[in-house]
């Protein structure tokens, strides 16, 4: 049987000034109930294929297919309502300054959940908040008083709040510990063993981690992807940017 | 060599042009792009989800928090005017038009002037910095991919708030100016009270008021749009806020005093077709 994809990335070229492309005929597979890794060098395209997958670029040629719909044709309104079927996890959270943990998480639900009662929904914060590892005590705190690593659990939280069908995880170790960077696969793993049906689609450039949980790894240069497959393809591979990329990341580790 | 330097003079010259013609281009494309902002924003406001509660909100941190410096700055600026109207009018025997005069010169001109450059300085500012930082730190993309309009939960109510808070806080402006005024004039240089008063009945009249009030909307919606505009397109980090912060607030500055004097021809022409 064939896999079925969340998103289907068809022969994208994104151009910002003429003749220079940042994304070169990308074509990419992102199966459901997998998690798919994005890894590359900086300024590769990485964070520019991402803001297209969510919708907040159009790609100057090429499809974005997301549960089957191209996101890239579509109007504002659509496309808000596709991005419904998301949930995000930026590199430093993106909590609201303003709001509690708690509240943070209870943010999307109020906004899309309206047929929930406010019991409901804090019922459904604190099941997302537990399930994301972070302590009772910590629910009413704002996110300047606790640490890193609880607003990445806390920004998790707020991405699983409404049970999206694709989980985006951007750069979600850089700038962390060992220890707090075991922690946030972890905490990958974890969620996507709680809903398999779920596609997980991170971007890093943390190729150790890259490994670790990618059930496939697909390697961006110069806007285009350089090589697609589960994590042994990239042991194998005599391609000599592939085994530079390999070789610095195993030896940092 | 006079043919050389010629050449450099007239090189020169073209460069001069070019760059005014580039800076004046760029102006014209950012004011299209902030009306197309403003407008937009305007609009989402009456489109569900309704943002009530964030209005409010707004409203409570433009117009309450600004109370107490709107009446310290009114209570002084309406002492120190009828102070030096009081001088002048002292050398051709007139004291008793210090009043209307001081009355007349708050609700037109100080009133909505200098509540529109208090209130910018305040709340505009820490408006271009919270969007500013909001930028620069993902929450307004995380409002993007969660499926919220930002412009509509963000600038909309900001706009709003400030278009409807402005004239309120002119008003509250204009009376303690007034008090201040009647305090210095009646207590402090002993003048009629009487006559303070019903000079100023006399030549005050509603359509005065009305011109500041409208006024201070019209300065409301400009720093308000200026500032979330300019916070709304934050680049770079810290930088970048403190940048967009510093030019919301100087540019709504400058703003609203040219366009006072605008806004009073235009008003001036108003009434006059309309009598």
Request: hydrophobic share 45%; with cysteine; aromatic share 10%.
């Amino acid at each position: 049987m064939a896999q079925e994809n969340a998103i289907e990335i068809i022969d994208v070229k994104k151009s910002f000034s003429e003749g220079d492309y940042v994304l070169n005929g990308i074509n990419l597979k992102v199966p459901k109930g997998k998690i798919t890794v994005i890894i590359g060098f900086s300024g590769t395209g990485k964070s520019v294929l991402l803001k297209h997958i969510l919708g907040l670029l159009k790609p100057t040629s090429g499809q974005i297919k997301v549960l089957g719909k191209d996101i890239a044709s579509m109007g504002d309104e659509e496309t808000i309502k596709m991005r419904k079927h998301f949930g995000v996890l930026f590199q430093y959270a993106a909590l609201f300054d303003d709001m509690t943990v708690l509240e943070n998480v209870q943010f999307p639900l109020k906004e899309h959940r309206k047929d929930l009662s406010k019991s409901q929904i804090k019922e459904m914060a604190f099941e997302k908040l537990k399930q994301s590892g972070l302590d009772e005590k910590h629910y009413n705190k704002l996110p300047g008083e606790v640490s890193g690593g609880m607003r990445k659990r806390c920004g998790l939280a707020r991405a699983l709040a409404l049970d999206p069908d694709i989980l985006i995880y951007d750069e979600p170790t850089t700038g962390l510990d060992p220890i707090l960077t075991e922690m946030v696969d972890n905490l990958i793993l974890s969620t996507h063993n709680h809903k398999e049906d779920t596609a997980s689609l991170v971007v890093s450039h943390d190729l150790h981690a890259a490994f670790r949980i990618g059930d496939y790894v697909a390697m961006l240069d110069s806007g285009k992807v350089l090589l697609h497959g589960p994590p042994k393809v990239f042991l194998e591979s005599d391609n000599p940017l592939v085994a530079r990329f390999v070789s610095k990341g195993v030896n940092k580790k | 060599m006079v043919e050389q330097i010629r050449q450099k003079v007239n090189h020169y010259i073209d460069l001069a042009f070019l760059t005014l013609w580039q800076t004046f281009e760029g102006f014209i494309y950012e004011v299209g792009d902030v009306f197309s902002f403003g407008a937009y924003s305007l609009k989402t406001f009456f489109s569900k989800p309704y943002r009530f509660k964030e209005f409010v909100q707004q409203m409570e941190f433009i117009g309450n928090k600004s109370i107490f410096i709107v009446v310290l700055t009114g209570t002084f600026t309406g002492m120190a005017l009828s102070f030096q109207v009081y001088l002048g009018f002292k050398m051709v025997n007139a004291t008793s038009l210090t009043g209307p005069i001081v009355a007349m010169g708050i609700a037109r001109e100080l009133g909505p002037v200098l509540t529109g450059l208090i209130v910018s300085a305040r709340a505009g500012g820490a408006m271009a910095a919270n969007l500013g930082s909001m930028r620069v730190s993902e929450q307004i993309d995380a409002l993007e991919v969660m499926g919220v309009e930002p412009q509509e939960y963000l600038v909309a109510p900001r706009i709003w708030a400030s278009i409807i808070a402005l004239p309120l806080l002119t008003g509250v402006f204009d009376f303690v100016a007034m008090i201040g005024s009647y305090f210095l004039c009646i207590r402090v240089l002993e003048m009629d009270e009487a006559i303070f008063w019903d000079k100023t009945a006399l030549w005050l009249n509603p359509a005065h008021i009305n011109e500041g009030l409208i006024k201070g909307a019209v300065f409301g919606a400009v720093f308000s749009l200026i500032c979330t505009y300019r916070g709304f397109n934050t680049k770079g980090g810290a930088r970048g806020v403190g940048d967009a912060t510093n030019r919301g607030v100087v540019l709504s500055m400058v703003m609203i005093i040219i366009l006072d004097f605008f806004l009073m021809n235009l008003i001036e022409v108003y009434y006059k077709w309309t009598a």
